[in-house]
């Protein structure tokens, strides 16, 4: 689900759902081959809300606030599909 589209570039803030089926389930940020441009913004787990560091997860449930250009986007639906 698109957010928000940030103006002056291509980029657009998009909050992804962390299924079971989600790829990057269960691995450090800092071990993710994310793509170029892409930066997580936040995670929602339940009632919590954090910012990730490099030691965060991505747990099954999960809302994840995602920053990323078109292709960088179509990548990371990918990911969480």
Request: hydrophobic share 40%; aromatic share 0%; glycine share 16%.
């Given at each position: 689900m698109s957010l928000a589209t940030l103006k002056g570039n291509d980029a657009e803030i998009i909050e992804f759902f962390a299924s079971e089926k989600c790829a990057i389930l269960n691995t450090q940020v800092m071990d993710l081959r994310l793509p170029k441009g892409v930066l997580l913004g936040a995670i929602t787990r339940g009632q919590e809300l954090f910012i990730p560091?490099?030691?965060?997860?991505?747990?099954?449930?999960?809302?994840?606030?995602?920053?990323?250009?078109?292709v960088a986007k179509r990548r990371m639906e990918e990911l969480f599909a």
């Open positions: 560091t490099g030691h965060s997860q991505i747990k099954v449930g999960d809302k994840v606030v995602v920053i990323a250009g078109p």
